[in-house]
């Protein structure tokens, strides 16, 4: 063995010595079939001759229209309020901030159809706001596109909080200081220079978000419902098709897996080579 | 010392008190229209706190700070008017080199227009005009610090505050900012604060040294006073002179204290009586192998305790008893004399040579 050692070529110093014990491997490869196989199934069952017109379908381009649209939109939302409570996570010392940090992360493991009930709960037509809302402006929620946009944000914000606030914490808060000293108030501040110095993590954080909200379905279906054209987005319409039109519901995946490839593609940065 | 007596006052008039766990500082600091004073201190003396205290960036426990009579003590920092230099410039990264100049001035409510313009004439005049669009990453060092200082400057403060400005430089470039530097100081009409762990920066830019250790000031003078006259052994070692504090009395200096040790005398050429401080320079410090014929009267016998090379001149820490004290020989010198690490030598220093100051 040590003489094998030594013969190694410098940039395998650090390598573990020796072949990896087959316990480990043959479980490895394993795990990995499990998480490819299935994508590589739905390659291969795609009905890929018809796939052009399966694509132009009204229902499927309403969906993926509305998924576009309500994804977009929450994370907007996801935005406006995220990127404050990640800055107030991260810059304002207050008792309690653990706590309010847990807190934020309860909708990323909590599952989503909880999320659902909860809003409707809230944001009913009956809900504790939502009578409220209903009765003095006339506004409700359920079953529209607005509480699609409203489920998908309440479920996609904690991925945009945490990468956020991972961020602001990594930024050198002394950039801040130096900008004080020359005159900017705490707005300016934010918006000229802390903003612009945790751009990146602000934008891996809204792709995130936006990848989590177009796939959602659990808190979509519960507090929306599925109404093609109004609450019915991606995941829903394969949900259904799979039952009357499995070859639809195949094409379906497909344009939501593209999707996951795209974002996967651009986050490849901070993902894959973690340096 | 009333607020009311105060308030016609030029320039920075302070008194910083700040706590931090352990530490504390509590540091007196005035500094003229035009003039530069320089904190000169050991690393955690509290000199950065002090001048980040100045800025609002760290709460102050007590004590005032005013600037032409205002008081700034209660104005968080953007509302100070004051332009700072950071040790390492902080330099926007996502602006270009007028961008950040032009920060001070937009933040100031000037518009856009108007802030580049004023902007593009302060890099003009650190000599960077062709650097406008540069980012800071593609900044040397050295022309990094000048943007910092024409981003301070740019906001045309009343009291410029400066971080250890040269500390991030190498040796070359220090020189020729530092020239710099002091020319854009010299310019400057309000008052500049400088902090420098350095006694030459200090020497050269500052017109008066204020020294802190352990957060209290611990002497304040000019720079030709401070070198000659210091009062602490960090002062005495930066100025490379040796220091002793003694009583006077009748042309000779008695060191140590005859309750709790040995003491020895020295003879002086000054006539002062009472507590002094005695101090002369390692160069006057003549060794002997044996005891010397005719002998000098402050002659003393001491050991070798290390032999380091200092420039072209060599020198030698002696130790005690009576004293510690460093001399300085030349290379020729030391083979002569055969100087090692532990060999004994006779010390002798004229009493011309002393310098005698009330303490």
């Known amino acids: 063995m040590s003489a ?76 406006l309020l995220g990127v404050p409570l990640a800055w107030t996570l991260a810059r304002v010392p207050f008792p309690g901030v653990r706590l309010v940090r847990a807190l934020v992360t309860v909708p990323l493991v909590l599952p989503p159809v909880v999320g659902g009930v909860a809003l409707l709960l809230v944001l009913g037509r009956r809900g504790l706001v939502g009578a409220w809302l209903d009765g003095t402006f006339g506004i409700t929620f359920p079953f529209t596109t ?130 | 010392m009333t607020s009311g007596a105060n308030q016609g006052v030029r320039g920075l008039d302070a008194r910083l008190v700040v706590r931090r766990g352990a530490f504390d500082l509590d540091l007196a600091l005035t500094a003229g229209p035009g003039e530069v004073v320089a904190l000169l201190g050991p690393n955690g003396a509290g000199k950065s706190t002090a001048l980040r205290a100045l800025a609002g960036l760290v709460m102050m426990a007590g004590g005032h700070i005013r600037l032409d009579g205002e008081d700034l003590r209660p104005l968080s920092p953007e509302r100070r008017g004051i332009g700072m230099v950071f040790q390492d410039y902080l330099l926007f990264p996502h602006l270009s080199a007028l961008e950040n100049v032009a920060f001070g001035p937009r933040s100031q409510g000037a518009g856009r227009r108007e802030a580049r313009r004023r902007a593009a004439e302060w890099l003009d005049r650190v000599g960077l005009a062709e650097f406008a669009s540069a980012r800071p990453r593609a900044l040397s060092g050295g022309q990094a610090q000048r943007v910092a200082l024409a981003r301070a400057l740019a906001v045309e403060p009343g009291l410029l505050l400066l971080d250890e400005p040269l500390a991030a430089l190498d040796v070359h470039t220090r020189m020729e900012i530092r020239a710099a530097l002091r020319r854009h100081l010299t310019g400057f009409p309000g008052a500049a604060v400088l902090v420098t762990h350095d006694p030459l920066d200090a020497m050269v830019l500052a017109d008066r040294i204020v020294v802190v250790e352990n957060g209290r000031l611990v002497q304040d003078g000019t720079p030709a006073d401070v070198a000659r006259r210091p009062r ?128």
């Open chain 1, 4 to 79: 094998r050692e030594r013969r190694r070529p410098v940039k395998d110093l650090d390598r573990p010595v020796g072949r990896p014990p087959w316990i480990l491997l043959l479980p490895a490869l394993a795990g990995l079939a499990f998480l490819v196989l299935p994508l590589a199934g739905l390659l291969v069952r795609a009905p890929w001759s018809t796939l052009g017109t399966r694509l132009m379908q009204d229902q499927v381009l309403d969906a993926l229209r509305l998924s576009l649209v309500t994804a977009t939109l929450a994370t907007f939302l996801c935005l």
């Open chain 1, 146 to 275: 607005a509480g699609v946009v409203l489920a998908e944000a309440f479920v996609a914000m904690p991925f945009l909080v945490i990468s956020v606030e991972g961020a602001l914490r990594a930024a050198d808060p002394r950039y801040e200081e130096a900008a004080a000293t020359l005159g900017a108030g705490r707005w300016t501040v934010f918006r000229r220079v802390t903003v612009p110095l945790v751009a990146p993590g602000i934008a891996a954080g809204a792709v995130l978000c936006w990848a989590r909200a177009l796939g959602e379905f659990g808190a979509t279906i519960t507090f929306a419902g599925n109404f093609p054209g109004r609450t019915q987005t991606m995941p829903l319409a394969v949900y259904l098709a799979l039952e009357t039109d499995p070859q639809a519901a195949i094409v379906l995946s497909l344009v939501l897996l593209a999707v996951s490839v795209v974002v996967l593609a651009a986050l490849r940065d901070r993902w894959l080579n973690p340096t």
């Open chain 2, 232 to 359: 602490t052994d960090y002062v005495a070692r930066l100025v490379g002179l040796n220091l002793y504090r003694g009583r006077a009395e009748a042309g000779t200096v008695t060191l140590g204290d005859a309750a709790t040790g040995p003491t020895w005398t020295l003879d002086t050429a000054d006539s002062l009586e009472g507590e002094v401080f005695l101090a002369f320079a390692p160069s006057s410090v003549a060794l002997y192998r044996t005891r010397p014929d005719g002998s000098p009267r402050n002659l003393w016998r001491a050991r070798v305790d290390a032999v380091e090379r200092h420039g072209d001149r060599v020198r030698i820490r002696l130790s005690g008893p009576p004293f510690d004290a460093v001399a300085e020989v030349t290379p020729a010198a030391v083979a002569e004399l055969e100087l090692s690490e532990g060999r004994a030598v006779w010390a002798a220093v004229k009493a011309t040579e002393t310098h005698v100051y009330p303490a």
